[in-house]
């Protein structure tokens, strides 16, 4: 596809590129998009943080919930507890001790597991894998699977609800932009594998319209001796990444890319050096998330657009306002006290409207809009 030159309007007072040397000081860019950070966009100056309100009222706010505080226990990935659901993703949190009794299978979609705390034994029809926390396991519908942690874990669950995962187009920076595909780990048919290939009876839990049938083998079904196909799980861990940067500019959560979904995104931020341009920003920049559900959850590090944020915390901002960095956090950046960020956050990115589940509501803090609350 030819991508032909196309002239922005201009009106009044403007920085010449977006995201750099704004044209007066104690002025604030905003971003205006369409299709998240592809469609078209406007970059309008201000004279006060589009985030500087003084009251809020009404349903559509920031919300920040404390998931530490989500029990989600249980040897089975269906006993984990809705976080945040709409029809295209299911987000769930879970915490198994022990061992899975039953095998797991998904009709409803893929699953993508993200190991935030803990280490287990991880087996399926293609093989065997050893987590460890910041891996992510992409699972494809209709595989049967189960974990053996080897103490207390915390996982986010997030379903592709009648979809598939797929890998970001990386287009001109090439395949191995971001992470090189060979860093991504598929299961061995090893010796750990084969050993739990017994004749014991074994029973499958198999999730359909969130509905759970179960179903028994005299044997586990888990017995595979072979395959070949291009069809697998996949394991992903954060370290593996080398995020996408440039010293004059600060990109957009787009860049950060991991795996895309067809009503959905993840997106992974680890850590990278902070812009060095003296005009480039060095926060987030101000912008509407007009067509997206955002969704952060704070995996490890220090969170440096945000204050008062601790690991195991998601922060979910519903499309329709503008959103950016705390106070503190624009004028840390502005001096540029950190040359660094060492944060390590899962992002999800919706095209359809999130409602938040019973177990994440319990734990919200409603202080957090006030957070961004300019002094009366």
């Known amino acids: 596809m030819r991508k032909w030159a196309s002239i922005p309007h201009r009106e009044g007072v403007h920085s010449r590129q977006a995201h750099a040397d704004l044209p007066e000081e104690g002025l604030y860019e905003r ?20 985030t500087a309100w003084t009251n809020w009222e009404g ?21 984990a507890e809705m976080v945040l659901h709409n029809p295209h993703c299911r987000y769930r949190i879970w915490r198994p001790s022990s061992a899975m009794e039953r095998l797991a299978r998904n009709a409803d979609g893929d699953d993508l597991l993200f190991v935030h705390d803990g280490e287990a034994e991880f087996y399926c029809d293609f093989g065997h894998l050893t987590l460890r926390d910041g891996d992510y396991v ?9 974990i053996e942690p080897k103490g207390e874990m915390y996982l986010l669950l997030i379903e592709a609800t009648n979809g598939s995962y797929q890998l970001p187009d990386k287009g001109m ?13 598929i299961p061995k048919m090893d010796d750990a594998f084969r050993a739990q290939q ?8 198999v999730k359909r319209h969130n509905q759970v049938s179960v179903i028994t083998y005299p044997f586990n079904p888990l017995d595979a001796v072979g395959w070949h196909g291009d069809l697998t799980v996949l394991r992903l861990n954060w370290r593996d990444i ?23 995104v993840i997106c992974t931020f680890v850590p990278r050096p902070i812009e060095s341009d003296p005009g480039a920003l060095k926060v987030p920049f101000y912008h509407n998330n007009d067509d997206y559900d955002e969704v952060l959850f704070y995996h490890a590090g220090d969170f440096f657009s945000r ?17 950016g960095p705390h106070p503190k ?26 409602e938040v589940g019973d177990a994440a509501a319990v734990t919200e803090n409603t202080a957090y809009v006030n957070s961004w609350k300019s002094p009366e």
């Not at 920076?173 to 780990?185: E, N």
């Not at 204050?307 to 959103?323: K, L, Q, S, W």
Request: hydrophobic share 35%.
């Open 31 to 50: 971003e205006m998009g369409k299709e998240g950070f592809f469609g078209p966009t406007a970059h309008l100056h201000h004279k006060h943080a589009p």
């Open 59 to 79: 349903p559509l706010r920031p919300r920040l919930f404390d998931l530490n505080e989500v029990k989600g226990e249980g040897n089975s990935p269906w006993s």
């Open 138 to 146: 992409m699972i494809p519908r209709g595989t049967m699977w189960r």
């Open 173 to 185: 920076l090439g395949p191995q932009a971001i992470f090189d595909p060979a860093v991504l780990d």
């Open 198 to 205: 017994t004749e014991d009876s074994w029973q499958v839990e």
């Open 242 to 264: 080398r995020p996408l940067m440039s010293h004059r500019y600060h990109l957009p959560p787009s860049a950060h890319t991991t795996f895309v979904a067809p009503r959905f």
């Open 307 to 323: 204050d008062n944020i601790e690991r195991g915390m998601m922060t979910f901002h519903p499309a329709g306002f503008t959103h």
């Open 329 to 354: 956090a624009f004028k840390a950046g502005l001096e540029y006290k950190k040359k660094f960020t060492d944060e390590v956050a899962v992002m999800l990115d919706t095209r359809d409207a999130l």
